[in-house]
């Protein structure tokens, strides 16, 4: 009961019963003239406004008891974490309106819950990743350097031991750097500072680092953009983005392949399109290669550690764009990037 209606409620009562007993006063004390009566009518109104106040204050008593219950039952479910708990939010009463509140102030703390265990989760799948990717080239680096120490070898084999020790040193040091770009990017460190600059200058970056790998295949690299594009993006960390479906690209691409570069202005977007004529992506697996640390079972042969096109994403997203594949095994694969005019 709301606490205006409950107040005006015992009021009503209150006032009501005092009126009426007053006026029957009045009425005996103008006509009784016996002193004693008049004393027992005294006696009996004052035990009749007794009554009536003890009667309100136990009427007042049950309503702030169960008005208590309610809340309390309510505060123990919240407490308790269950879902699905019924507020009374449908009549115009005190509890009603707190109740209202409640549920608000419980979907808060549900979302801050969830969000503290999707960050959890994150950090165990992080953990686990990282400990994943570092157990092989740590235990081949152990291998090689006991084999070193305890052994007497030839110099050649020495050479090649070390060589390879360098091989998982610099797989080691390139797992680290690309953990800290993802670091910088999912704690907030680093900010994109966009400014308006050529795209042809950005691709140009992006290239610069994978033509030598290109040129040792024999890939051909075609590039069609119009130097007069001009979008306000981060020149840096786009090339990066752009960079890491290159270096897909050049990868998964066949010596003596192809791989085309395009850009264009869109009516909202203007697009970024990379196709290549390597080994294609099925279709189960296209949503799965954004995701940090995947890698396909048919290309773990390859170099490389599965963070370069969830980096793509997370830069390309930062600044309001979206990246799109489309493949087909033994088809090439096409990724558009689109970044906002």
């Avoid at 505060?75 to 509890?95: G, Q």
């Avoid at 075609?222 to 270096?247: G, M, Q, R």
Wanted: glycine content about 6%; overall charge neutral; charged content about 25%.
């Amino acid at each position: 009961m709301g606490a205006k209606f409950l107040t005006v409620w015992i009021y009503k009562i209150f006032t009501g019963a005092a009126v009426v007993m007053l006026a029957i006063f009045s009425v005996l004390v103008w006509h009784v003239t016996d002193r004693m009566l008049m004393r027992l009518l005294l006696i009996g109104f004052g035990l009749g406004f007794l009554g009536i106040g003890a009667a309100v204050i136990a009427v007042m008593r049950r309503q702030i008891t169960g008005f208590a219950d309610s809340m309390s039952a309510c505060l123990d479910e919240m407490l308790d974490e269950k879902v699905n708990i019924l507020f009374d939010e449908i009549n115009e009463t005190l509890l009603s309106k707190l109740q209202s509140k409640l549920r608000k102030l419980y979907e808060i703390l549900q979302r801050h819950n969830q969000k503290s265990r999707d960050e959890k989760m994150a950090l165990q799948s992080l953990v686990s990743d990282i400990s994943h990717q570092t157990k092989t080239p740590v235990a081949n680096i152990k291998m090689y350097a006991g084999i070193l120490q305890d052994r007497n070898v030839d110099r050649e084999k020495q050479k090649e031991f070390l060589q390879s020790i360098t091989d998982q040193v610099n797989k080691l040091d390139f797992l680290i750097q690309a953990m800290i770009k993802m670091s910088r990017l999912e704690t907030g460190i680093f900010e994109m500072q966009k400014k308006r600059a050529s795209v042809y200058e950005t691709l140009g970056l992006s290239l610069n680092s994978i033509f030598p790998k290109a040129e040792e295949k024999q890939i051909d690299i075609s590039v069609n953009c119009p130097e007069d594009l001009f979008l306000s993006h981060d020149v840096k960390w786009t090339a990066e983005a752009i960079s890491n479906i290159l270096d897909n690209a050049v990868k998964y691409t066949p010596c003596g392949g192809k791989i085309t570069v395009s850009a264009e202005r869109m009516e909202l977007y203007s697009r970024i399109r990379i196709r290549d004529t390597g080994r294609g992506i099925p279709e189960k697996n296209q949503a799965s290669i954004f995701k940090r640390f995947y890698r396909e079972k048919e290309v773990h042969d390859q170099e490389g550690v599965g963070i370069g096109l969830y980096l793509t994403r997370e830069i390309i997203t930062l600044q309001g764009g979206y990246v799109e594949v489309r493949s087909q095994p033994g088809e090439g694969a096409e990724f558009m990037i689109f970044l906002p005019n």
